[in-house]
């Protein structure tokens, strides 16, 4: 079944080309139907695939040889293994539900740019799919540069507004400052090595220095740093907010944002291999989660929180990749998908049913006008805020057990970040369904439920938050209950080889269980009784609160470090540079051609006698000249026979 793994990527592509190339004269419904269609056959085949990795093990299905120079050959290959395969179910699966939403929530939408949504929305798929797909680091850098792509088209989507476009811009740029580190890691390997090939790289990974490795690993997480949105490369994500609402959820769950973790984790044993990289993936990890929670508190559009609270999930990705705990990062990047996917379409269905309104200090009530919406999202804040026995609370422990064991400062830092993430969920949950509507009368009385192509996959997403961790029950509840831990063995079976493995022990482990658990439900219980009562007022922000509601002044800061210096150097180079330099020397040329011709003009008087004058005068000029020739010539003749 793994030979049939290239149609996974090929039904995307062709439902990109299929709906790009007919989006003018394809119905909405058509679209629709090839659009979602095309990842729902890329999910069953993933499904196929994915029981016959179970089955069989790991494969590598080479199509052909993309660059073949002398000694250095990276074939076209796909690496079909547990990892991949439980990436593709990812990518395919959430992929089709925000399809299949989409169908809904973009139908205002011309058809022509229906068209082109959905055929963005698939090329973004495919993209994702070859980048955990490739066998070989070039083949992911393809699907690495081609989600970027996607993402800039897909933010700015609604591109008659500049500051959308804006936004796009500033993603495109940010991760090209990621990319490069990235790419400079792929000249390295293939400088040293001779390959970009994983199973080659790590099978002469003794061959590299410890210099080597390391360099290398911090050029890949630079890349990381860019695609997953880590401090300092963080601040396009927010504004990723300017696409359509489905958009966000497919960026911050199912592609994009994953791509710096699942590159990590293919790469875990270079990294297993450079502690001090991984020290500084947990702590650039760890900073971020505990930064980003820190602004989620005081954010008030539904969405603005969503995506900082993701930048803040990531964080703790990279702080189980830098414990070493791969499997507990991998773990969360599942759940997390779930959950935040259901948070997003959840936001999209409240955004639809409040006519664009995003602003939840205008909400409130929403309760009893959309009961499945309503319920759908508080089980993916329960999910979110690490409750038992729903997803996040088992990969959230894994990864703070796993920071426990490694450093223990790590584990109570982290502890206060799952305490914030509590907090502000419960707050947008609060503030968005409890309580009294604050709209207007006009929306209160369109108050509606989503169509059921916007519910069932709220539905869906919100039975697998629930039940989606249990593949990932720890030991301390019953032996060999991991399930996930056990599929993904062969992946980083090297990396648990060289590093070995740091348990605590069950009763320490309960302790710090149970407490944790109950401090995060005082929180919510907290969070809820604060703002259950809430009344908008005009008194602004003082203080802390004023900083964090400005985001720390983040982006003012870099705009006056490197965007307004940049810009002004441009504008230097516009204004002075090309206009009074090269514009003045091309301009100039062109003015003395045209001086010229104007002199030369005035030689055609149409008078017959100045024709005559200039032909006598010509003639008597070509006379003195040929005479004078003639003359220099003879003497110099002479002079020669002389000598």
Known sequence: MSKLVYLIPLFPLLGFLING???????????????????????????LVFFDVKANGASVITLFNFISVKSLVIPFAFQVDQLSALFLLIITGIGFLIHLYSTAYMHEEEPQHFGRYFAYLNLFVFSMLLLVLGANYVIMFIGWEGVGLC?????????????????????????????????????????????????????????????????ITLLL???????????????????????????????????????????????????????????????????????????????????????????????????????????????????????????????????????????IRKMGGLKKFMPIT?????????????????????????ILMAALAKNPIYYYVGLGGALMTAFYMFRLYTLTFLGGFRGTHEQEHHLHESPSAMTIPLIVLAILSVIGGWV??????????????????????????????????????????????????AVIVYAVSSYKKYQPTIEENTGIAKVLENKWYVDELYDAVVVNPLNALGGFFKNIVEKNVIDASVNGV??????????????????????????????????????????????????????
């Open 21 to 47: 190339l007919g989006r003018k004269s394809l119905s909405k419904s058509l679209i629709g139907i090839i659009g979602s269609g095309a990842i729902l056959a890329s999910f069953v085949v993933s499904v």
């Open 151 to 215: 993402s800039y088209l897909l933010i700015g989507f609604w591109f008659k507004n500049n500051d959308y476009n804006y936004a796009a811009k500033k993603a495109f740029v940010m991760n090209r400052i990621g990319d490069l580190g990235f790419l400079l890691a792929v000249f390295w390997l293939i400088f040293k090595l001779g390959t970009a090939t994983y199973s080659d790289v790590f099978a002469q990974v003794g061959n590299l220095s410890a210099f080597d490795i390391s360099a």
């Open 221 to 359: 997480f630079i890349g990381a740093m860019g695609k997953s949105a880590q401090i300092p490369l963080y601040t396009w994500l927010p504004d990723a907010m300017a696409g359509p609402t489905p958009v966000s959820a497919l960026i911050h769950a199912a592609t994009m944002v994953t791509a710096g973790i699942y590159m990590i984790a293919r790469s875990n044993i270079l990294y297993t291999m450079a502690p001090s990289t991984q020290t500084v993936v947990a702590i650039v990890g760890l900073a971020t989660a505990i930064f980003a929670a820190t602004i989620a508190i005081k954010q008030n559009d539904i969405k603005k929180v969503l995506a900082y609270s993701t930048v803040s999930q990531l964080g703790y990705m990279f702080l189980g990749l830098g414990v070493g705990a791969y499997t507990g990062a991998v773990f969360h990047v599942m759940t997390h998908a779930f959950f935040k996917a259901l948070l997003f379409l959840g936001a999209g269905s409240v955004i639809h049913a409040m006519h664009h309104e995003q602003d």
């Open 374 to 398: 309503h319920i759908t999202f508080l089980l993916a804040c329960l999910a979110i805020a690490g409750i038992p026995p729903f997803s996040g609370f088992f990969s959230k422990d894994e």
């Open 472 to 521: 990932g029950i720890p030991e301390l509840f019953a032996k060999d209950s991991h399930s996930l831990e056990h599929f993904l063995a062969p992946i980083f079976a090297g990396s648990t080889a060289i590093a070995g493995q740091h348990h605590l022990e069950a009763s320490q482990e309960w302790t710090y269980l149970i407490v944790s658990t109950l401090l995060i439900v």
């Open 590 to 643: 062109g003015k003395l051609v045209g001086y010229g011709s104007r002199q030369l003009r005035l030689i055609q008087s149409g008078q017959v006698g100045n024709y005559l004058l200039i032909m006598v005068l010509a003639i008597v000029v070509f006379v003195l000249v040929w005479f004078n020739d003639i003359t220099i010539m003879y003497y110099l003749n002479r002079f020669f026979k002389m000598a």
